[in-house]
């Protein structure tokens, strides 16, 4: 779908729908947004123009996924051996997935940020070391032993469907990428990935969010074994990089392009304090683990008994997010109590 000249949505499957559902469903979103069992489908955007090709995210390493990006470009006069930059907002697999397979194809300059870099070696080449950890992680928080080892191995089901790469160009924001008419600034916005990357042509009022910022669902904020700090803090503070910014185009990773960004942001803003409050409340007096908090915390999707392995880690994760940024602002204290971490009233 063409955006304006030179700027394309192109739309690949996740693996469990086909080419034609996940299209019927960017259709049927965009006109009644619902939350869908689990994400449909990535938006990557092709940008041409004087003889350059960028794409900013792929998808998955399918064959699905494959053919619908080579039929999304052909659409538009060009294939995905022609393209010579690859920028990927993060690392997660339905961005970064098919990397690797394309950088054999067009041997493209695959640009990634130097946080998310980082983890490429950790959560793709050598995964064993990272599931060792997530174990120890999740049982620290209170997550009871016998569920832990399930948990920590529930997204590598995944690992399959990913053709990892190490990047040919890392970056740390700042820095500009020129393509024809085209010049995107790249702004760094850590949160939801600590190497998450946003790309803004102020000439032409454009903003590809990735991840960071999605029409109407919320990106996961999560802490994991491998990230450090408060990435909930780091989140709303890259909000606050974009709110001023002079945007025509909203143009994301998932759902549909949309329009009024400082809209969106404040939404978010609000998302999340009412989360906070809600978290907040979910401490007892005495202490509680993220995992007690996270099963008394109303989810969109249900109670964290009822879910998938892996979406109750994203749930602990997210979870441990929201109180380590209320430890951030002064509203908790954490003890480390019985070879578990606790969160207290302050
Ligand atoms: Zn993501
Ligand atoms: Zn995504």
Redesign the pocket.
Known sequence: MKILDGIYQLLTPFPQFTFDEAKKLRVELEARPRVTKG?PY?LPYMVKDGGDTLLIDCGWNTDDAYAALEIGMKEHGSHPSEVNRLFIT?V?P??FGMAGRLKRLADCDVIIHEKDAEVVNARYFAPKGLIDDMGRFMQMNGVPPLESPTMAQGSMGMIDKVSPVPPDTEVKGGETIKIGAFEFEIIWTPGHSPGHICLYEPNHKILFT??HILPTIT?NVSINSQTHGSPLGDYMRSLDKLDKLDVKYVLP??EFDTKDLQKRISEIHHHHEDRLAEMLRCVDAGGSTAWEVAGRVKWATGMLKEFEPHMQRAAVGETIAHLEYLYERGQLAKVFRDAHLHWLPV
């Open positions: 994400l990535v993060h997660h339905d961005h990735g991840d990106p990773a998932h």
